[in-house]
């Protein structure tokens, strides 16, 4: 018998020995097998009163447009006054596709297309009916802006694609599908500027998303650490971003954009290290004030990292470096405290942590408050205790802030400012050092999709040029007026 339902060795049906007949009572009894138990399946039969045509509609409730299924569908169908050619001319829907793959009439209703079965016909006819609850666009919290669009992106693939379309009109601009999970068939898009992208690294982001090996994908962060260049390091080698101006501009680059099905989150690629301390407001600001944001930006990156080591190593192997009247105060501040230098360093990096991830978990109402509240009233709380030194309280808290400005760095920030702390606390200046090496070396040796993290451009990296001098592309860029 050709539509024996079976399954694979993970329990999945296996869709390989089933085919549609033009029997409406067997492809409907086959739907009803491969849905049994999926609680919202309705299958809705429909009869032409003029003809007398038997039809079926199946679909999820609360996933599709009920008022469309009624009015554009089912009324329809009954009002026909004609024997129909085919199935589309039964419907008054302008977004349909006549299917015979079991597989794909079943991944479309999963997600939230409505099926027209027939009898006579062997082959269904797959109406966009989609129709489930989805928030609204506004402004991303992770990504606030002074000036400049407010717009961020939702939870829904055509949403989003909508908001870059409507900033790219161009034919130029391309979209191409493709899913990714074996249970959930989360839907891809992967977006670009045909004359600007280069070829190889468009076919080596869809080879990498083509290995990807998962029952199911939730979020662009699956996709990120599955296809990131050196997935142990801490630096982010694959961009991504909630604001659709940003990814506009990234295409303009000629990058690859990845829009992933129920995430807020789009990614880009390749991604390169200056990228981490540009923000939107730099291109919606006077370049000269853009320009000293982002030269703070990078001096906040190295005095994150290097603050509490370099004030650890002199206080505890170099001394002779500072002048007596600063020796003298921190040897009295200190001269009670409990804890050596090092001890009382990383406990203070970690009580900062944790006041900030409080902050950052609990609600919005009181998060900040009791960031501040925190921080303010267990500082003052340690200092008169004598279990830390004020200038240790001090240190700490300009480095934990200094890092704030570059949450893109959060990650390695942590990482190398407590490796760089406990180097400095073992052979001082020389430990610090060989960390700052070592981050160089890491940093200059990374790539993106085949290409240097380090990709400086001289009109856009460490100070933002007017926009009439930034007539270049970077290097990854196919662009025609490269090098005029």
């Known amino acids: 018998m050709p539509n024996t339902l079976k399954v694979d060795k993970t329990g999945a049906v296996d869709y390989s020995g089933l085919a549609l007949t033009n029997k409406l009572q067997e492809n409907v009894e086959l739907m009803k097998r491969i849905l049994d138990n999926v609680g919202i399946a309705k299958f809705r039969e429909v009869t032409n009163f003029a003809t007398g045509l038997k039809c079926c509609v199946i679909f999820l409730d609360g996933m599709t447009n009920g008022e469309l299924i009624n009015m554009s569908i089912i009324n329809s169908i009954k009002r026909h006054p004609t024997n129909p050619v085919d199935l589309n001319s039964l419907v008054n829907v302008t977004e349909t596709e006549e299917e015979t793959e079991i597989k794909s009439l079943v991944d479309s209703v999963m997600y939230g297309d409505s099926l027209l079965f027939a009898d006579g016909f062997d082959y269904a006819l797959v109406i966009n009916s989609k129709g489930f609850s989805m928030r609204g666009v506004g402004e991303p919290d992770s990504e606030k802006a002074l000036l400049g669009p407010r717009e961020g992106f939702v939870e829904s693939l055509m949403a989003n694609l909508s908001l870059i379309g409507r900033r790219l009109v161009t034919s130029d601009y391309k979209i191409e599908h493709t899913k990714v999970g074996t249970r959930t068939n989360t839907r891809l898009s992967i977006c670009y500027l045909d004359s ?131 020796i003298h105060m921190l040897v009295a501040s200190t001269s009670d405290v409990p804890f050596p230098t090092l001890v009382e360093c990383l406990l203070m990096l970690v009580l900062f942590e944790i006041l900030k991830e409080t902050g950052m978990r609990a609600s919005n109402k009181i998060g900040q408050s009791m960031g501040l509240l925190g921080g303010i009233v267990m500082g003052e709380a340690a200092i008169v205790a004598g279990l830390i030194s004020a200038p240790m309280l001090i240190i700490v808290a300009f480095s934990v802030m200094t890092g704030l400005l570059t949450p893109r760095l959060s990650t390695p920030i942590l990482l190398y400012r407590i490796a760089a702390v406990a180097a400095a606390a073992l052979f001082g200046l020389v430990g610090y050092f060989m960390v700052m090496m070592v981050l160089t070396i890491q940093i200059f040796s990374l790539k993106s999709f085949g290409n240097w993290y380090t990709v400086w451009q001289c009109r856009d990296s460490i100070i933002r040029l007017p926009m009439w001098k930034q007539r270049g592309r970077p290097q990854f860029a196919l662009d025609k007026e490269r090098g005029k």
């Open 196 to 326: 600007l992208v280069d070829k190889k690294i468009l076919a080596d982001v869809k080879n990498r998303l083509d290995s990807i090996q998962t029952d199911g994908v939730l979020d662009a962060n699956y996709i990120i650490e599955s296809i990131k260049d050196s997935p142990l390091s801490p630096f982010k080698t694959v961009g991504s971003t909630e604001k659709p101006d940003i990814v506009v501009s990234r295409l303009l680059e000629g990058r690859v954009a990845i829009v992933v099905d129920g995430s807020c989150v789009v990614i880009t690629a390749p991604y390169t290290f200056e990228e981490n301390f540009q923000s939107p407001d730099d291109y919606y600001l006077n370049f000269y004030y853009a320009s000293f944001g982002r030269i703070l930006r990078y001096l906040a990156f190295f005095l994150a990292i290097s603050l509490p080591a370099i004030y650890v190593a002199l206080l505890s192997f170099h001394p002779e470096m500072l002048p007596y009247e600063i």
